[in-house]
């Protein structure tokens, strides 16, 4: 007989901050700038750790709110793990978003939290249009989210990301260009169908006079066109026909 899986621990706020700043490491933190990371409000805890008092608390969405609040750097990653993304708020979803100021926050909530909220999709279409830098980011982050983990949506609302992609390709703001490429390569690495467009639409940024809009081509391009790639999504097709039959 297999083992029960043990329930998460029940713990307040106060509590998983306090293991939070247990876990930190001056070290760490001091090497968080170079990586475009603040350290201001960082404790210094490792993501490794982050993950593994995630997984030890479990979705405990009252914890979200408080841990947010407080600022600190890793109390806003390990967000991503204790909310339950199937009672997220378009509003909470947009407030967090508009607080974002690193890529990894960012990037950590869109792929471990937003990307499994039913309103993810409309918050792409929302926030790609957005003026700030990781408000930009994270439409483009949530898109490549999806594109890896959601393995029901149909082609069709990937192909209408292609637009936002086109769209934003020519902001220059490091973690805007890179979050565009992100998501033009995520795509194109769900099927055959969306390889070949995403193909098309590197390539037609690749020879843009727009220096962004050709470096995002460009780094898509290199990507795609891999064997491996290429490979994954002859694969991927084969078993989705296989899964038809």
């Known amino acids: ?38 350290d201001t409000h960082a404790l210094g805890v490792p993501m490794r750790e982050i993950q593994t008092l995630g997984k030890r608390f479990g979705r405990q969405p009252a914890l979200a709110q408080p841990l947010w609040d ?15 993304p199937a009672q997220l708020t378009v509003t909470q979803m947009d407030r967090w978003c ?3 100021d690193n890529w990894a926050v960012c990037d950590t909530l869109c792929l471990h939290l937003f990307d499994r909220s039913p309103h993810a999709w409309g918050r792409i279409d929302a926030w790609a249009g957005k003026r700030g830098e990781f408000e930009k980011r994270a439409a483009f982050a949530l898109l490549a989210g999806l594109a890896v983990h959601d393995r029901h ?14 769209a934003a390709a020519g902001d220059a703001r490091n973690f805007v260009s890179k979050g565009v490429s992100w998501a033009l390569r995520a795509i194109g690495h769900r099927n055959v169908a969306l390889h070949a467009e995403a193909i098309a639409h590197a390539s037609a940024l690749a020879t843009s006079d727009n220096p962004t809009r050709r470096w995002v081509g460009k780094d898509a391009l290199r990507d795609l066109g891999r064997a ?16 038809n039959v």
Not at 8 to 13: A, F, K
Not at 75 to 83: E, N, S
Not at 153 to 166: N, R, W
């Open 153 to 166: 949506t149909p082609d069709a609302p990937f192909l209408a990301g292609l637009a936002h992609v086109d």
């Open 1 to 38: 007989m297999a083992a029960k899986k043990s329930p998460p621990d029940s713990i307040d706020p106060a509590q998983a901050l306090a293991l939070l700043t247990n876990a930190a490491s001056p070290a760490h933190r001091a090497g968080l700038a170079r990586y475009g990371i603040p």
């Open 228 to 243: 491996t790639v290429r490979a994954k999504v002859a694969k991927s097709d084969k078993g989705r026909a296989h899964k």
């Open 70 to 84: 407080s600022g600190i750097y890793e109390a806003r990653l390990l967000v991503a793990f204790v909310a339950d």
């Open 98 to 100: 508009r607080q974002f």
